[in-house]
């Protein structure tokens, strides 16, 4: 198993050798949840087209959620546990372009912020939605960043899960978890940053170590892992590796000098949350002090027993959290 294809969503480690967390048994489906969409569509944005899935009414009154999936080049899958938000509201999920069920142009000049958020925002004209709640994981926390730092009258609530708000800062937090792995791990991590200076196996294991403390936990349940396995592609190399880099602690591509830091003072606090899983690579303390630095202060919770994949990690937790926070901003 690659580095990638934790990201990408299996489960454990590559070398038992290396120290890291055991593999537990998943978190369970939730009930409610809905590995089916109500409605699903393709939808033309900038740059191409993209898949876009809706459970739940959409003209109930209430402010709809759409999720914004991580990556680079992840997909919509490890947000399905959130469908059972579908019993009060919509719930929106799609996959970015060049990910999963959309359109692959595999064509660089798409891989700008600027164009995702504008990708975001035709999702919203195109499903007719007057109000909603936008939520982002890691890389879609940074979109999600963005498109409230417009100060969009369409926006009810903005939650920033794990966000990427400063490369700079990411990495600091990644040296810090590096540093605190096993010896021998973290040496060879160090290593693997020079291209040929070991094994690329032994690379990707160390890397997998490093994931399965911070990244995901624990497996995703049987039903959603086989959803995963039918989706064209449920994790895009190529766009992760050009904006990003060789893991989640290297930041070589057109991300490296990213800094949205300056963005978190045009939030509205009152209606922003910040959320960090207890383990995450996105370290606790480090987004708390991002919700600390919005004008008057955004809320920030922190769910245990999870990782960067919160939603997957702990989605009870999780989805109980979000289903009273959107309601009091509704």
């Excluded at 540093?179 to 040496?187: F, G, L, N, S, T």
């Excluded at 449920?234 to 904006?243: E, P, R, V």
């Amino acid at each position: 198993m690659t580095r990638r294809a934790l990201v990408a969503g299996a489960a454990g480690v590559a070398a038992a050798a290396l120290p890291a967390v055991p593999a537990s048994a998943a978190a369970p489906l939730l009930p409610g949840a809905r590995l089916k969409p109500d409605r699903a569509l393709s939808v033309a944005v900038p740059g191409g087209r993209v898949y876009v899935r809706v459970n739940g009414d959409l003209g109930n009154g209430k402010p709809p959620i759409v999720m914004l999936h991580g990556g680079p080049g992840s997909s919509h899958w490890y947000f399905l546990n959130a469908t059972a938000l579908a019993d009060e509201r919509a719930v929106i999920l799609y996959d970015q372009l060049d990910s999963g069920r959309s359109e692959w142009k595999d064509d660089p000049a798409n891989w700008r912020v600027g164009r995702f958020v504008e990708e975001l925002e035709a999702v919203r004209v195109a499903l007719n939605v007057p109000l909603w709640h936008v939520l982002g994981a890691s890389w879609g926390g940074t979109v999600a960043l963005e498109y409230g730092a417009r100060q969009p009258r369409e926006l009810a609530g903005l939650v920033l899960q794990s966000p990427l708000v400063s490369t700079a800062v990411w990495l600091d937090d990644a040296r810090a978890l590096k540093d605190a792995m096993p010896p021998a791990v973290r040496d060879l991590l160090d290593r693997c940053d020079v291209a040929g200076a070991a094994p690329q196996a032994d690379c990707d294991a160390a890397t997998d170590a490093f994931y399965a403390r911070h990244v995901r936990r624990y497996p995703p349940p049987a039903a959603i892992a086989a959803y995963r396995d039918a989706l064209p592609r449920s994790f895009s190399a190529g766009i992760y590796n050009a904006m990003w880099g060789r893991a989640e602690f290297t930041a070589t591509g057109s991300l490296r000098d990213y800094d949205g830091r300056p963005l978190l003072q045009r939030l509205d606090g009152r209606r922003t949350l910040f959320v960090a899983g207890e383990s995450d690579e996105a370290r606790p303390a480090t987004v708390a002090a991002f919700a600390r630095a919005v004008p008057g202060g955004a809320t920030f919770e922190m769910v245990r027993d999870a990782a960067h994949s919160v939603m997957n990690d702990n989605p009870a937790a999780y989805v109980t959290l979000l289903r009273h926070w959107l309601a009091a901003r509704d």
